[in-house]
């Protein structure tokens, strides 16, 4: 598993395994999971993340 939030784009994305992303669908409003072949969850991005997310997800060492 791999965490990552792009400040600039107000963006996270959690990747949850290294397969193939062959489709994505936006489940909710600005939440979008990456498919593989097999239509499991590869990944999931959460789109203006500041505003979705708590800033303790998003800025953890700032949290301690």
């Known amino acids: 598993m791999n ?3 792009d400040h600039e784009a107000d963006a996270a ?3 949850l395994t290294d ?3 062959v ?3 936006e489940v909710a409003d600005d939440i979008v999971i ?12 959460v789109l203006h993340a500041s505003r979705r997310l708590a800033d303790s997800i998003l ?3 700032a949290a301690e």
Do not use: C
Request: charged share 35%; aromatic share 12%.
């Open 19 to 21: 397969a193939k992303v």
């Open 3 to 5: 965490w990552r939030y």
């Open 13 to 15: 994305y959690l990747r």
């Open 34 to 45: 990456d498919l593989d072949a097999d239509n499991r969850i590869v990944g999931i991005e």
């Open 59 to 61: 800025h953890p060492a």
């Open 23 to 25: 489709e994505s669908d």
